[in-house]
Structure formats: structure tokens, C-alpha cells
């Protein structure tokens, strides 16, 4: 009897404990993939784009063997179960709200026929690394410590010869992976991946530590799409991290990106509600001029040359540099006092990479209502932000080409007199 491999944000055949899983007895293994219309909804043209381009691409590895279905999961998994007699299901673990919700509704459709689950996309799965009393971490500092003793296992194995797949004709049902219809200004898919961070841990690693904050420099490895989608695996790149400073700075941000994810497991809502609950109190500006400085804000002509920059990058590529993306948010929410939700929905409209938890909670750290958060009386100044991580204005230049004419916007705030406004605002719900 066959199994069923299940890929989800895991577009890979290397490190794959899923297929070894699948695949451990000898059986023929369906890859299937599906298209579920609500995840189609509720993602960017460009994270589509890189779907679409990374499922080719893991098609073509397979030599054509993966089957793509429509619907939801819970109708169409439990349906190839029953037309190839499959006797398992196996994915990777998810642990956001929404594949919990949906793993769940498909264990029900399945019956007696388990779904079970091997790994995550993450070195250390959610919920592994809590405190000795068993209560999940609050700060990222104490989490590292207890994520680096707890550590991770090796890469697993596997590849396109693991398993014996089964032709996707002799099952039917299929469709075609879309085309899609945006630009990436990164290529997507595994191989892109593997080469990509093979060049970053080459040619750019040594220095990362120092150049990881220079929008100007190509100082950033550039993989958080691909771990978004899993065409890699941290485990993967973790192997390849020696004991350098550059390296240890890496190391610290796949734990942060862990940390985040480990926050959305233990306190599912905080996506989009704060996570400190003083914070439902603060006073937000919601109105129609709210609205309109909001749009001044992803036009990118708000009259701050290293806000701007961020935002027509974001709107042009698909990617914000990560200091940029805490100096853009800072400035929408304390300086325009707008809602941290505004400016993480449009994030994860825009980013290729748009993950759930890191976006939303570095937004929340940028407000000073999540986790670890900024302190409250942290405004970042946007103009020293931009003199000392832009010193030559390179990164402005790029995005900004009329910035120092008379076509460039004035300052569309006061600075100062915003970050008065904004600290007697958090004052309040101290």
C-alpha cells in the first residue's frame, strides 16, 4: 500500500524528514501539493509568484511526479487517500493557527488513517524550548540560551532517489500550477536556494555581523523567502555556521525567527491583537486623515528620504532590508500614530517572504506591545536612522532619485513635536 507525502512550507526533497517517513518501508509515495483558494486569498502576488515557480521546480525534480489539487485540504486529502488506498499521510508539522485549525479538520476526515507529521520548518519546533516550569518564554534572551542547549538535530538525508513516486496520471485529478503574474527579484525554488546561501556563506558571512544594519551594503544573506516557503531548511544552514562572529550573528537571527514562531504557538491571537494587553487601551488615530497619511506612507512620500527608500523597495521588489522595515514601522506608528495592523497588512501584502509570526512580531516589538518589545520611550528618529546606517545616502539614492529636488516632498511630521505626542500616548497605558 502506498503513502502520501503532503508538501506545505516544505518545497524541498533535501532535508526532508517527511519523505524518510513516507518513504521508510519501502512504499510508493504520492507527492501532492494543494491549492487551498483560502491561502490564495489572503497572499501577495509575489508570494504566489514564488509558490508557484518553487512547485516547477520541486514538479521537475520529481520528473513530473507531483500531483497538484485544488480545494481544501480537508476534501481533497482524504479523497487521494481513498482513490490510491494510501495508509498514511505525512507532512511537516505546522504550528500557526490556521494549519493547526486545518490539520486538525483533515485528521477528522481521515479517520482511521493517520496524518502524521516529522519535523517543522523551524531548528527547534514550538513548544520545545519553555522554561523549567513548562510556561513559554516572554524574552528572547533567556530563549537563546535555552535554544542553544537544547540544540537540533542534523540535516536529514533525503533526496528525489529516497522514495519510489507515483506517477500523478495514474491518479488524475490534477491541475496546472498557475503562471502567475508578478516579478521576482529573486529567483525561487531549492536550487536557487542552496545556491544562494552557499555564495552568502562564502563570499558575504565573514562580515555579517557588521554589515547585517547597512541598507547600502549587500550585507544580508537574503534566504528569509526561502525559509518561508522551506526550498531550505535551517537545519541545513545551521550545519554550515562555524564559530565566527558573522556566523554567531546569523545563528542569533534563525533563533529569533524561532522565538517568533514560538510566540504564535503559545499565544495564537497575538497575530493581530497585542500581545501586552495594556496596549487595546492606547490611543491609535483611525480617521480619514489617518487613512490618508496611511497612504502617504506606502507611496513612499512621507518627505523621510530612509522611509521612503523602504517603501517604494517594498512596492518595487517585493523586500524591505531589516533595519529599514524597523525604521518604516517606528515611523507609522509613532510618529503617525496609526495602528500597528495597518502597517503589518500591508507588509504581508507586498513581502515575498511574509511570515506570520516574524512579521507581526517585529511590528509588535516596533509599537512596544509584544514580547521582548522596544521600550515604550524608543522612538527612532528616521533622519539619524538614515545618517548613520545610510552615512552616503547610496540605499536613498537607489529608491529616491529626486530627493534633494524640488519634485521631493517636505517632511509630512514634525519629528520632535511627534515623538512628544507619541511617549504622553504610551505614558498612558503604562
Sequence with gaps: MPTLLWFRRDLRLHDLPALLDAAKDDQEVLACYVLDPR?????????????????????????????VVEGRAEDCIPALVKKTEATSVHVSGDYFPFGLRRDEAVRESLGEVPLEASGSPYLVS?????????TPYKVFTPFYSAWQAHGWRAPARTGAKTARWIDPADVGGGVDVPAGDA?????????????????????????????????DHDGTSRMSAHLKFGTIHPRTMAADLGGGTGAQAYLRELAFRDFYANVVYSWPDSTWWNWNKNFDRIEVDDDQDAKKRFE?????????????????????????????RMITASFLVKDLHLPWQWGARWFLEQLTDGDMASNQHGWQWAAGCGTDAAPYFRVFNPTTQGNKFDPDGAYVSRWVPEFGGDDYPEPMVDHAAERIEALRRYEAVR
Design 183 to 215: 516579478e521576482l527579484d529573486h529567483p525561487a525554488g531549492e536550487a536557487a536556494a542552496r545556491k544562494a546561501w552557499k555564495a552568502f556563506v562564502s563570499s558575504t558571512l565573514e562580515d555579517y555581523a557588521d554589515d547585517r544594519n547597512r541598507p
Design 126 to 134: 514550538p513548544g520545545r524550548v519553555t522554561k523549567d516550569d513548562g
Design 296 to 324: 502617504t506612507w506606502k507611496a513612499g512620500k512621507t518627505g523621510f528620504p530612509i522611509v521612503d527608500a523602504g517603501m517604494r523597495q517594498l512596492a518595487e521588489t517585493g523586500f524591505m532590508h531589516n533595519r529599514v
Design 39 to 67: 491561502l490564495k486569498a489572503s497572499s501577495g502576488s509575489r508570494r504566489l509568484q514564488y509558490l508557484y515557480d518553487s512547485l516547477r521546480e520541486l514538479r521537475d525534480g520529481l520528473d513530473g511526479r507531483l500531483l
